[in-house]
């Protein structure tokens, strides 16, 4: 199940917490309250801690260097983008319930036990959080109490970036509103990511990424011919919506370079959903009849073009046109198919679907998967196993692209992450830190980027605001 735009009190800590800031005495509050502005607002003069601009040399070998990221997301779509972000170089900061963290904390098993011995609200590091949280920073931070969200206003102050992904009008109720935060930092690029977006009809309603697939015609289209709807097997909806935020971001800090100004980037899921309906919603804009249904594997307009069963396992091959339907005829040893007057093109091929396909799995059902790819190897026509999750992270050629790598956890030990997938002749985009531990970067980003002292931080945590 994926959660998105979640109501801000799943994040913040509990009445209790609040309690306790709230019942310091007021000259206290108003002491840390003022002190943390004014960090906020000092120049460097002032022992405030500017940013240093990368070098021509780092952000050649990572593009977004030199850039900070506040990342109040949790889940799956917001983490993917910031992720995105973190790995081409931006300094992030993922801002988490300071006891409970991001949801996806725990969402085990499998989790990555820890092996230090010290017993901790989880027993390990689960994978869900693990897969979309490399190369940030974690800080346990409470912003339901002034000094909570003092601090945050701070760090906005120091940063270029802000991603968050609760309902939309919630983040008002803080000051951590895009009206707000763009006032305090005018070139701030602010990046909301909602279930169905910061307008119309269903925007107060919390975004769930298969409930997004099935509104939004996703589920409709996927499942086998004559089976009910599904939901595709990883949350693309999510990951999609991820992809296109990290787009608007870069977008948005391009325009920047040139206006200086930032702005308000809108990204919903129900939106990048509808756009990654893609062919199949111009087929029906432009015929203005129902679309064709569900295929599973199978096309609706390239016939042979789907998975078989082989004599062990499935593979998909595909004669998408004229020439490689004759060599798949020829591999398969079935040449006379070629002249087949009920196959002789696409068209025909396609009006006798279901006798193309029967025949052709039961040619393919003799052999096993092995077979049929050292048979169709070097041939030019598309064919592929269908493999499990184990053989693809296993496989030649993912391993051979560097996209399994071995990292170091401080506490798990070694964990495998998937790696950035995208290669460049001059960047080097790489995991170049583990996923965070809930509030390992604290201090540092207290102490570092805002300048407290050791006392100060010390009544942050009695206060539970920070851990």
Not at 322 to 331: A, F, S, V, W
Not at 368 to 388: H, Q, R
Request: net charge neutral; proline share 6%.
């Amino acid at each position: 199940m994926q959660r998105h735009a979640l109501p801000v009190s799943r994040h913040l800590a509990s009445a209790s917490s609040t309690c306790r800031f709230r019942c310091s005495t007021p000259s206290r509050v108003t002491e840390i309250a003022t002190s943390i502005w004014r960090r906020g607002n000092a120049t460097t003069s002032e022992g405030g801690n500017a940013r240093p601009k990368a070098s021509k040399e780092e952000v050649e070998k990572l593009p977004l260097a030199g850039v900070r990221v506040l990342d109040l997301t949790r889940v799956l779509a917001g983490p993917y983008c910031t992720q995105i972000l973190a790995d081409l170089g931006a300094e992030v900061i993922k801002v988490e319930h300071p006891t409970k963290g991001d949801d996806t904390r725990s969402w085990g098993p499998p989790d990555a036990p820890y092996q230090d011995g010290v017993e901790r609200t989880f027993p390990g590091e689960s994978a869900y959080y693990l897969s979309v949280n490399r190369n940030k920073k974690s800080i346990g931070l409470s912003f339901n109490n002034p000094a909570g969200i003092s601090i945050l206003h701070s760090l906005v102050r120091k940063s270029d970036i802000l991603v968050e992904n609760y309902l939309p009008g919630t983040l008002a109720k803080y000051s951590l509103d895009y009206a707000t935060l763009s006032a305090i930092n005018p070139s701030l690029i602010y990046a909301s990511v909602t279930g169905y977006g910061q307008t119309g009809p269903y925007r107060d309603r919390a975004g769930y990424d298969v409930m997004v697939e099935a509104e939004m015609g996703l589920m409709h289209i996927t499942g086998e011919r004559d089976g009910p709807p599904v939901k595709v097997g990883v949350a693309v909806t999510d990951l999609s919506t991820g992809l296109y935020t990290t787009i608007g971001v870069m977008a948005a800090l391009h325009a920047r370079g040139v206006t200086g100004k930032g702005q308000w980037v809108d990204a919903s899921l129900s939106d990048c959903q509808v756009a990654g309906l893609a062919n199949i919603a111009s087929s029906a804009l432009v015929s203005g009849k129902k679309d064709s249904g569900r295929w599973g594997t199978a096309h609706a307009s390239v016939v042979p073009y789907r998975a078989y069963k082989t004599k062990d396992t499935n593979i998909a091959v595909g004669g998408c046109n004229d020439k490689l339907y004759g060599i798949l005829c020829d591999k398969i040893n079935k040449p006379e198919w070629k002249t087949d007057a009920r196959f002789v093109t696409n068209a025909l091929r396609v009006k006798n679907r279901d006798t193309l396909d029967r025949i052709i799995e039961d040619e393919l059902k003799t052999k096993t998967t092995k077979e049929w790819l050292d048979i169709f190897e070097g041939s030019g026509m598309p064919y592929a196993a269908v493999n499990d999750i184990q053989g693809t992270i296993n496989h030649e050629h993912v391993l051979a692209r560097n996209m399994i790598e071995k990292v170091e956890h401080p506490v798990c030990g070694p964990i495998k992450l998937i790696n950035h997938p995208v290669k460049y002749s001059r960047a080097e985009p790489k995991i170049r830190t583990p996923p965070p531990m809930l509030g390992e970067h604290t201090d540092e980003v207290l102490r570092e980027l805002l300048g407290y002292g050791e006392e100060e931080v010390r009544e942050f945590r009695e206060k539970k605001t920070v851990s």
